[in-house]
């Protein structure tokens, strides 16, 4: 079943449930950086949101520094528009990065 574009206010609602996520300037893609403790935690939280979009079938880009991780995704099926799968995974991953002491 394809998936569907989000409206920008669709988006903006969604967005004020995920603390910390933006919606990038040319409105294609949402995002987060997350700060770790170090560049072991960062990594360790790398694997952990590889193992969810696995899962989902639904795959970020990932920025990794030294102690920072950034996600950005949108739907390649949606030609490139956020969708309720970004959102999903959005969440997902809220919910394990408190286990890898992400800020």
């Known amino acids: 079943m394809p998936v ?7 988006i ?5 449930e995920l603390p910390g996520w933006a919606l990038s300037d040319d409105h294609d893609r949402i995002f987060r950086s997350y700060r770790l403790g ?3 935690a960062a990594t360790a939280m790398v694997v952990h949101v590889a193992q969810i979009q696995e899962e989902l079938g639904h795959h970020s880009d990932l920025t990794l520094g030294y102690n920072t991780l950034t996600l950005s995704v949108n739907t390649h099926d949606a030609g ?3 969708t309720e799968l970004d ?3 959005a ?3 809220e919910e394990i990065a408190p286990l890898h002491g992400a800020g």
């Open 4 to 10: 569907e574009p989000l409206s920008q206010k669709d």
């Open 12 to 16: 903006e609602d969604r967005l004020r």
């Open 38 to 40: 170090g560049h072991f």
């Open 80 to 82: 490139g528009a956020v």
């Open 87 to 89: 959102f999903q995974l």
């Open 91 to 93: 969440h997902r991953v």
